[in-house]
């Protein structure tokens, strides 16, 4: 037997005993995740992280003190029962951690890889707060991980749909939030109709968060799981022009939109330089990248991308980490990340910014490209940067970063990909009479998410700006138990 | 969803048409919108496609191109009956149609075929319609009767003078603008070398001028931005904020680099497409 398993044995017995203290829990050592050897994994794109062993999972489970007040349950934005999953965890019973999950979750394996969880339900956790180390908090993103991960070895269970209502909706997007929406209003009886423009749903899974991150196979579980419940799938369909949201309720019988397009239209600087050849955006690289697979290109896959040397990737979120990491497996030889404020301030979860800098990323923090420039063909051939300095905090409450004169220098690059973020994509605003936006071109909803017209609901990233996979999907769940309530008086 | 190709046939050496099933882009298609067709697997490249023409009663749109790479020269090698893996769209804005008096309708190869629909709407609104419509030589000229047919004027060039008349279509078209009464509006489809140029002509005259650019494109919805050209010193997107715009504030210069971004990938897609096509005897 290894150490391990005698560890948890003994564990197991005093808990059995009703001896187990939160002394004994808080010697447990954290149980770190098994990754793919950073310079191996620079020459594939197979995922990084491996997931728990049930020896870990359980020793890790065994360290939450299931607290009263569940302040980690205070921090998730779709109410997961944390504490009772994981106590499920401690004692084995990985199905049951599982049913528990689902209750609030429809997609455990995506939201246990891809949550930021160190500024949602870790943050708080008690543990965490008694080591004064939210790296040391309960690991409740790869514990759910762990019992999604099991679950998907057996056949999974389709959820049961009530009978037919006769009411028909439509769900405009096929991300995470549409993917929620259509189980949930599905799951009513309704018949439901999800309208993707890619030839592929899944929606920033496929697209943009690549396959080392989150495996594409998962998210095709979770499509087949939609169509076996009886959603429609429509993909090359962009509601807007292949037909209006208008169209689909006078015309087409809908009782009912759900609009969850995503921030669909990339931020650039607007600086000198960016319409060379070689400068990307971060959805760009990543589509042509993960949902086309440039990495095969002409092996199978006729999308092609840049075969770069040396790449400057500007921003500091996930989405910058994502880039930075594909054009390593990509082949580049030197990836920078410039970031113009400091580490603390950068966006990007903890883990990814480790890996990264595992797989050889360079980061270039408190500086900024001031220009790009080209060489006589106009492809990239060095960016100009400025050095940064922190000032007085922002609205944001980070500490705003200041140019310091004179500090210009270049970097050596062929590519340049921008990842500050998206704007909303202002199809669907153009294209519908009567929906209220934003100044920014953000839909207007209510704590309902719905919109100024009848029958109209939002949310994810057209609503909010950018943000994250989980609060599309929490967005998803108020948006589907309002369609599901208002078809009842409809 | 796939769509079947009804007809298909080929206007020049490299220039092909057909036209493809596919009933609601028919319905919601106006003149100037584009398509992005996949052929086959989920791994097809997306071709950005203007379309020239539809079809209401048979659900039809005709799309027009030119064997460039590995994907226009796969399009080129389907048959009628076969299957074309996705289409999506109609895409972008359409054209502004208005009338407005007299309009010069400028295309150069395989940009007369966006230009056609055009053309089309244009007459039908009330415009008198001038056509230029030109090619390098006779062989690669198309759409010639269709473009008799809708317009009140035509003017047919080549390059070397193999048919029409021998000159570049900026010549005859700085001659309209010299008239006595010059044109109220020039719309430009073509090479962007050529859109440059006519949009230098007619800046001239001051005789606004509409073009519409067909730059790489990924997605063709705004999400990726790869279409992105300076106009009027902003970036646009083609794909939501065009294809059509003021000629006068295009940077085509900055375009004609970026459209050249994938030059030596391509090139080897297609000669290896090539290779292969030769020894499964496609090339028969």
Not at chain 2, 163 to 181: D, S
Not at chain 2, 191 to 219: A, G, H, Q, W, Y
Not at chain 2, 233 to 239: D, I, L, P, R, S
């Amino acid at each position: 037997m290894t150490d391990e398993k005698e560890i948890l044995n003994e564990l197991l017995e005093k808990q059995k005993a009703a001896a187990l203290k939160p002394k004994d829990r808080y010697e447990v050592p954290p149980q770190l995740m098994p990754t793919q050897d950073a310079v191996e994994r620079r020459n594939n794109v197979s995922e990084v992280a491996l997931g728990y062993t049930e020896t870990q999972a359980r020793l890790e489970a065994l360290r939450c003190l299931q607290c009263k007040n569940a302040p980690c349950m205070k921090g998730c934005p779709v109410k997961i029962r944390i504490g009772d999953f994981i106590a499920e965890i401690a004692n084995g019973n990985f199905d049951k951690a599982l049913d528990i999950i689902r209750q609030n979750s429809l997609l455990p394996a995506v939201c246990g890889r891809v949550c930021p969880q160190e500024v949602q339900c870790q943050q708080t956790c008690t543990v965490g707060k008694k080591f004064k180390d939210v790296d040391k908090a309960v690991s409740i993103g790869r514990l759910e991980r762990f019992v999604a991960d099991y679950g998907r070895k057996k056949t999974s269970k389709t959820p049961q749909v009530a009978p037919d209502t006769g009411k028909k909706v439509a769900v405009v997007g096929a991300g995470p939030g549409g993917i929620v929406v259509a189980t949930d209003v599905r799951r009513a009886g309704h018949d439901v109709t999800l309208f993707e423009a890619f030839h592929k749903p899944g929606g920033v899974m496929v697209y943009g968060i690549p396959e080392f991150r989150l495996p594409k196979a998962i998210v095709a579980e979770e499509i087949d799981q939609l169509e076996k419940m009886g959603v429609k799938i429509i993909c090359n369909f962009i509601v807007g022009r292949t037909r209006t949201i208008e169209q689909l309720m006078t015309e087409d019988g809908f009782d009912a939109v759900y609009i969850g397009v995503g921030a669909g239209l990339p931020m650039f600087m607007n600086i000198e330089g960016e319409h060379l050849v070689g400068v990307y955006s971060a959805n760009e690289y990543l589509t042509r990248a993960n949902l086309m697979k440039a990495y095969d290109f002409g092996k199978g896959a006729d999308t092609p991308i840049a075969m770069s040397k040396n790449v400057a990737v500007i921003g500091g979120g996930n989405v910058a980490m994502d880039s930075a990491r594909t054009a390593v497996r990509l082949g580049a030889e030197n990836v920078y990340l410039v970031y113009r404020r400091s580490e603390k301030e950068m966006p990007a979860r903890v883990e990814e910014v480790h890996h990264a800098k595992e797989e050889g990323v360079e980061f270039h923090i408190l500086q900024n490209p001031k220009r790009i420039l080209g060489d006589d063909d106009s492809n990239v051939r060095a960016i100009e940067c400025l050095k940064y300095e922190l000032g007085q905090p922002d609205d944001s409450g980070r500490r705003r970063p200041v140019p310091i004169k004179g500090s210009e220098f270049e970097i050596e690059v062929d590519t340049v990909i921008i990842a500050i973020g998206n704007g909303a994509n202002p199809l669907i605003g153009q294209t519908t009479p009567g929906l209220e936006m934003n100044k920014w071109g953000n839909i207007i909803v209510d704590e309902k998410c719905k919109t100024s017209i009848a029958g109209v609901y939002a949310g994810g990233d057209i609503v909010l700006g950018a943000a994250t996979v989980i609060l599309a999907m929490g967005q998803g769940r108020n948006a589907a138990a309002a369609i599901n309530e208002y078809l009842k008086t409809e | 969803m796939a769509h079947k190709i009804v007809s298909k046939q080929q206007l020049s050496a490299d220039v092909f048409t057909a036209d493809i099933e596919a009933e609601l882009i028919v319905q919601a298609a106006h003149p100037g919108q584009f398509v992005i067709i996949c052929l086959k697997s989920q791994y097809s490249e997306r071709i950005p496609l203007t379309i020239a023409g539809t079809d209401k009663d048979k659900g039809t749109i005709r799309l027009i191109w030119q064997r460039v790479g590995k994907s226009t020269a796969e399009l080129a090698d389907l048959k009628s009956g076969d299957q074309i893996g996705s289409i999506l769209g109609p895409l972008g804005k359409p054209t502004h149609v208005e009338k407005v008096g007299t309009v010069v309708c400028v295309g150069g190869g395989i940009g007369n075929a966006p230009l056609l629909p055009i053309a089309k709407a244009m007459k039908q609104i009330g415009n008198k319609v001038i056509s230029v419509i030109g090619a390098r030589n006779k062989e690669l000229l198309i759409l010639e009767d269709d473009f008799a047919a809708t317009s009140d004027e035509l003017i047919v060039l080549t390059d070397d003078g193999s048919y029409g008349r021998k000159a570049l279509v900026t010549e005859p078209l700085k001659q309209l603008c010299q008239a006595e009464k010059k044109p109220d509006l020039a719309i430009a489809i073509g090479p962007t070398i050529m859109m440059k140029f006519c949009c230098e002509v007619t800046r001239e005259f001051e005789v606004p001028t509409f073009v519409s650019l067909n730059t790489i494109m990924v997605d063709g919805t705004g999400m990726c931005g790869g279409c992105r050209v300076e106009v009027g010193g902003e970036t646009k997107f083609v794909c939501v904020d065009g294809p059509e715009f003021d000629g006068h504030k295009v940077n085509f210069d900055l375009m004609m680099k970026r459209m050249s971004a994938y030059k030596d990938q391509e090139e080897k897609a297609l000669k290896q497409y090539q290779k292969h096509r030769c020894k499964i005897g496609l090339d028969k």
